[in-house]
């Protein structure tokens, strides 16, 4: 069956309900493709975003930074990337949680993207030194944890939501019992920024398209994806007029994602991206001087928890190597 139009991201008011926490039942793997080596993967990640029919992948994401491509993708769709020097992949097991707000239909003027689920989410995990990893997309923001921090993180997370877990496509309670013994209240600390932070002058859109007319605009999404800047001499020009490479393809259970500078929107076909009212545009800021690794906790909480202070609408992608935070222009 043909999936549903994309969903709208939910801006209702969480004050009337207490939110559900639901923990997906995706075991995902987070890897690098080396920038050299994607030829090597490119079939297979061909085939994840624009064959899903021929598939079992529920969970596909694929984002190019200047340093490499990272993929988060589910076992089912592991199994369609050849072992290669070119690929690393994270020592862990991931699950991804999202946050849907119970009930409400009022309208407010709740800040979108991380910064809504900073104070609730990111920032008591990070006070229990659970690291996370996260995936803002146009619908909906995923936060990954390792799947042997869960008991802790339901443990963390239990008396602010209704915990769910997704089991075989059906969305059940979570069996939290068990999960209280033995954690130790942890010693609340100031999180400075201690990461470098550096701007690119390019502007980013968030988007979507309806996936029926993804086949109008494959050849173009692959020449975006795998083909358009991957030379030196174009690295060099980009990085010479402060611009980087980034984009981002996102296919969750049937959901396209897209994140994109300003200047590859145009090059799409009019009316095909889904776009706000505003057109809004997005001003990134990159997290890290080198690598910041997958073991350091509280990255996240301290670039979203003084956003969520400034009611700052915020998306937040996390690399194999750099964070990526996007903040709107219209507050820059």
């Known amino acids: 069956s043909a999936p549903s139009p994309p969903k709208k991201r939910c801006t209702t008011n969480e004050k009337t309900q207490k939110m559900e926490l639901h923990i997906l039942e995706h075991s995902l793997k987070v890897a690098s493709i080396a920038k050299e080596g994607i030829q090597i993967c490119t079939h297979g990640l061909i085939k994840l975003a624009f064959l899903?029919?021929?598939?079992?992948?529920k969970f596909f994401?694929?984002?190019?930074?200047p340093e490499d491509y990272t993929i988060i993708v589910d076992e089912d769709g592991f199994k369609e990337?050849?072992?290669s020097e070119y690929l690393s992949v994270a020592d862990a097991t991931w699950l991804a949680l999202n946050v849907v707000s119970g009930g409400g239909s009022a309208a407010s003027s709740q800040p979108i993207g991380v910064t809504k689920i900073a104070k609730s989410?990111?920032?008591?995990?990070?006070?229990?030194?659970?690291?996370?990893f996260m995936l803002s997309t146009y619908q909906t923001d995923f936060i990954l944890v390792r799947e042997r921090d869960l008991p802790m993180v339901m443990h963390?997370?239990?008396?602010e939501f209704t915990l769910l877990r997704v089991v075989n496509g059906e969305t059940v309670a979570a069996n939290c019992s068990g999960v209280t013994n033995g954690f130790v209240k942890p010693k609340?600390?100031?999180?400075?920024?201690?990461?470098?932070?550096?701007?690119?002058?390019?502007?980013?859109?968030?988007?979507?398209?309806?996936p029926d007319t993804l086949p109008s605009v494959a050849t173009l999404l692959m020449d975006v994806m795998f083909y358009s800047g991957g030379g030196k001499e174009?690295?060099?020009?980009?990085?010479?007029?402060?611009?980087?490479?980034?984009f981002s393809f996102s296919l969750i259970e049937g959901y396209i994602s897209l994140v994109m500078d300003e200047q590859t929107t145009r090059r799409f076909p009019n009316n095909v991206l889904f776009t706000s009212a505003s057109g809004e545009l997005w001003k990134m800021v990159r997290i890290g001087g080198q690598p910041l690794g997958f073991d350091e906790?509280?990255?996240?909480?301290?670039?979203?928890?003084?956003?969520?202070?400034?009611?700052?609408?915020?998306?937040?992608?996390?690399?194999?190597k750099f964070d990526h935070a996007l903040v709107s222009t219209s507050l820059c």
Do not use: W
């Not at 995990?125 to 690291?131: E, F, G, P, Q, Y």
């Not at 920024?193 to 979507?208: A, D, E, G, K, Y």
């Not at 174009?234 to 980034?246: L, P, T, V, Y």
């Open 52 to 57: 899903p029919s021929k598939t079992r992948c």
């Open 61 to 65: 994401s694929l984002t190019e930074t």
């Open 81 to 83: 990337l050849p072992q």
């Open 121 to 132: 989410v990111i920032a008591p995990l990070a006070d229990h030194n659970i690291s996370v």
């Open 156 to 159: 963390t997370l239990s008396s």
């Open 188 to 210: 609340l600390v100031p999180r400075p920024i201690i990461h470098p932070l550096s701007s690119p002058s390019n502007m980013f859109c968030v988007t979507s398209l309806d």
């Open 234 to 246: 174009m690295g060099a020009q980009n990085e010479d007029s402060g611009h980087i490479r980034f």
């Open 297 to 320: 906790c509280g990255i996240v909480a301290q670039i979203s928890e003084p956003l969520a202070t400034a009611d700052i609408p915020a998306y937040y992608i996390s690399t194999f």
